[in-house]
């Protein structure tokens, strides 16, 4: 029960954050020197829920990638969600790089990370507006 409540109090804190006329809702809005914080004592609460937005984040992600690959190869175009192993380790090491930022922008990095594993025959286009 505590852990849900530190849950509720950590998503309430960081619901939203405001910058540049845009605004981020949920644990994405999380700085890394609070997430680090949490880090500290182990709560499967509160690492299910960040590996959960992240995985929700890459999804967007991948789907949005599909958007640039014509219908007919998006069936052989590549797609990554790593191991769930794989997103804490990482957001430890770029939050303790960078603790000022929201871990959105972790998440941003790791995608990029994948991106660039893709074989380049199937990875989708840029992104051009």
Not at 12 to 20: K, M
Not at 72 to 79: I, L
Not at 92 to 110: H, R, S
Request: glycine residues 6%; negative net charge; proline residues 5%.
């Amino acid at each position: 029960m505590n852990q849900a409540r530190s849950l509720l109090a950590i998503l309430l804190l960081s619901s939203t954050a405001h910058g540049a006329g845009q605004s981020l809702a949920g644990m994405g809005a999380l700085t890394c020197e609070d997430y680090l914080k949490y880090r500290k004592t182990p709560s499967e609460v509160f690492e299910t829920a960040v590996i959960s937005w992240v995985q929700g984040f890459l999804s967007g992600q991948n789907i949005e990638r599909m958007e640039r690959v014509k219908r007919e190869q998006q069936k052989a175009a590549q797609y990554l969600l790593p191991a769930v192993s794989y997103y804490l380790p990482h957001l430890d090491n770029y939050c303790q790089e960078i603790p000022q930022a929201p871990i959105w922008m972790g998440a941003v990095a790791l995608d990029h990370e994948l991106e660039k594993s893709i074989d380049s025959a199937f990875r989708a286009p840029d992104w051009k507006p």
